[in-house]
Structure formats: structure tokens, C-alpha cells
């Protein structure tokens, strides 16, 4: 079959042939792989920056946004049948037996950051015709989310965030009215999380370095958001006339900038981060005018990373949710589909909001036993 694979010591990404999967355990199941999303992970680990092969191997298939057809069933295999469609989850526990997180089931949360992740650390990803993977890693989609399902990975770490801004907001004793969103960053991440914020009735505001007379300008307004371009308006400004803001949705991995988001959280805020800023130079932050802040106003800074099964589920309704409300902009979402062929060249450059590589007619196949 072939995989998408990045070669870290010889520095080289190539489609290869590699064997198909064999041997089946009784809980496993072979999956047959439809569509396979590429994000800046993908393109960090295909530059070399990180990405780790499986022990002993020289290799890792990349690939960690996928949606698959479940094919031959391990003999103990009870809650899949074949022909079903399934999304695999990203992130394996760790082994050390201290670790509560992992030997609860939520490694998203491990404590030791020995975990696997498929496509990114330790374990090869969906990049390949056919994969094996066990079902309690397995999240079952509806058929009706076919052509979208390969967006609900990316859309696991927005889920997992709103299900703690909730739990937060509810510490606030009235009713949430009118409140307002400020969305750092217009990637795939930024933009996902201020369609789920209108979808939550925020007023919101997507914040960043695209020019607002831009393509992603007009995508953010088709959905019912203000878009306003870093490059032509100071955040204070931008706080001046839509904020203050009651929830601020860092997606940019740029720390000034966060800093600055977070100079404009109103009183009684909640922030989120996401991005994953660059280690650089030592920078220089007010850190006492930052800090009194989040006394004084109540406010709630908190990150989030990876998602656990419940926020899978959360991802999917998350999605019906989207698909209903703003079909335009989620069809849109999904920029153009590539061959597997295609994508090393994908991974050097990025063109649309979120590109996504194809298998079409893989053989169902695998001597699984
Ligand atoms: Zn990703
Ligand atoms: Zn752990």
C-alpha cells in the first residue's frame, strides 16, 4: 500500500510502498482510509522542526486528521460493523503507572508527556491506504457527515475548550447575554473556534494579520463575524469599538499578541489558549499590569491540548451543529482534495483554509487474521 512518510535523519518526505497491515488483534480493526486532513503539525513534522518515528523504525507516516471505513473486524470487535465510517483518535497513554490521567483513559491530560501520538510521536499516522487501530480508539460517524467528517480531529481541541469556557462561565451567577468574542488568528483553529462562537451567540471578532479586504476577511463575515486586520488597526483600537471582550480564543501562537488579547479581556473574562508559540528570545511583558488584571477582573487564563473520547463526540455534534447553521462556510471550509501523490508538495506550502488528500478505490485489503 502507500504512506506518506517523513524520513527525520535523512531529511526526506516521500510517498512509499509499505507493507499492508497483517495480523489483526481480537479488539482491532482494519480501516480503509478516506480522507486525511494537513494542518501545521503536518508541516512542522515535515520540516524536520519535530515528529518522532516509531521505535526502531527510520520512518513515520504522517497524518493525524482522518476519517476511514472500517473493514475486517478482530474476533472480539463488538461495537463496529464493515462499511461503518470511524474517526481514530490522535494520542496513545503513556505506560508509567503514576500517570493517573492515561490509566483514566484521558492522556490528553498525561502528566509525564510520554505519550504517543499517531502521525506525530512514537506511532505512524493515517497517511497510508489502510490502517489498524483499536476500538475503543474509534469514534463512529453517521453517514450523513461523510464529506465534513475529516474535520472533526481539528474541531476536538475547539470542543474540549468550550466545555471548560462553559464550566467557568458558570461561575457567573446571570445569564449570559450579548457577550462578545475576540478570536486571535484566521487558521483553521481560529477560524473553527469563531464559527463555534457564533454558533454559542457570542458577538465576535476575528483578529488577525490577514488584510480585511482579504479572502479570509469575507470567509470570517459569511459566517456572521466582524473581521478586523492586525496590520491596519492596533487591538486597543479594536477593543475600543467592539470589545471589551467576555472571551478571548488565542489561535496564533504569536505570544505579543496574546499578551495583547489579553490587555483587552473584560471583566469577569475567560481565555483560552491554543496556539503553541515558538521558543525565541527572552521578551520583555509588563507582567504586574497583566497579573493585577486577572485579579481585579475575575478573569480565567487557562490552555488546552489534544482532546479525550468525550470531546470527540462533543466534535461531531459540534459539527451537525455547524453544518446546519453555516453549510456554506463549512463546504468551504475544505479547501480542495489531493491525490496522496500531491501531498509532499502540500506540505511545503499552504494554500487554502484546509487542505485535505483523498484515497480514492483503495482495495480493501490487508491477510488480517
Ligand atoms: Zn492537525
Ligand atoms: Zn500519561
Not at 496590520?231 to 489561535?251: N, R, Y
Not at 482532546?307 to 462556510?329: I, K
Not at 471550509?333 to 480514492?360: C, H, M, N, Q, W
Amino acid at each position: 500500500m502507500h504512506a506518506l512518510a517523513v524520513f527525520p535523519e535523512r531529511r526526506k518526505v516521500a510517498v512509499i510502498e509499505e507493507d499492508e497491515p497483517r495480523t489483526l488483534g481480537a479488539r482491532q480493526v482494519l480501516l480503509r482510509t478516506r480522507e486525511v486532513g494537513v494542518c501545521g503539525t503536518d508541516r512542522e513534522v515535515a520540516a524536520f522542526a519535530y515528529g518522532e518515528p516509531p521505535a526502531g523504525s527510520d520512518h513515520l507516516i504522517l497524518g493525524h486528521e482522518a476519517i476511514a471505513e472500517v473493514g475486517e473486524l478482530g474476533s472480539e470487535v463488538s461495537h463496529f460493523q464493515r462499511g461503518q465510517l470511524a474517526v481514530p483518535m490522535v494520542r496513545r497513554p503513556c505506560a508509567d503507572p503514576r500517570c493517573r490521567p492515561c490509566r483514566a483513559g484521558r492522556q490528553d491530560f498525561c502528566a509525564t508527556e510520554e505519550f504517543l501520538e499517531r502521525g506525530i510521536k512514537g506511532a505512524d499516522g493515517f497517511l497510508a491506504e489502510l490502517f489498524v487501530e483499536g476500538e475503543e480508539n474509534l469514534i463512529p460517524v453517521p453517514p450523513g457527515l461523510a464529506d465534513v467528517g475529516v474535520l472533526i480531529e481539528p474541531l476536538t481541541v475547539i470542543a474540549k475548550g468550550m466545555v471548560k469556557v462553559r464550566a467557568f462561565r458558570e461561575r457567573l451567577p446571570w445569564e449570559p447575554m450579548f457577550e462578545k468574542a475576540l478570536v486571535l488568528g484566521a487558521g483553521a483553529v481560529g477560524l473553527l473556534s469563531a464559527m463555534c462562537a457564533v454558533s454559542n451567540s457570542y458577538d465576535t471578532t476575528v483578529y488577525s494579520r490577514e488584510p480585511s479586504d482579504g479572502e479570509r476577511a469575507a470567509y470570517v463575515r459569511g459566517f456572521g463575524a466582524s473581521y478586523v486586520s492586525s496590520v491596519e488597526t492596533p487591538l486597543a483600537d479594536v477593543s475600543g469599538k467592539l470589545g471589551p471582550f467576555d472571551l478571548l480564543v488565542e489561535a496564533a501562537g504569536f505570544s505579543p499578541l496574546t499578551i495583547a488579547g489579553l490587555g483587552v479581556l473584560g471583566p469577569n473574562g475567560i481565555a483560552v489558549l491554543k496556539g503553541v508559540p515558538g521558543l525565541g528570545p527572552e521578551r520583555a511583558i509588563d507582567i504586574d499590569r497583566l497579573l493585577r488584571s486577572v485579579v481585579l477582573k475575575n478573569q480565567v487564563v487557562f490552555g488546552t491540548v489534544n482532546a479525550g473520547r468525550s470531546d470527540y463526540f462533543d466534535a461531531m455534534h459540534l459539527l451537525e451543529a455547524l453544518v446546519v447553521r453555516f453549510p456554506e462556510s463549512v463546504r468551504h471550509f475544505i479547501t480542495r482534495r489531493y491525490p496522496l501523490e500531491a501531498a509532499p508538495e502540500l506540505l511545503s506550502r499552504s494554500e487554502g483554509i484546509k487542505d485535505v488528500v483523498r484515497f480514492d478505490g483503495a482495495k480493501a485489503g490487508g491477510q488480517a487474521s
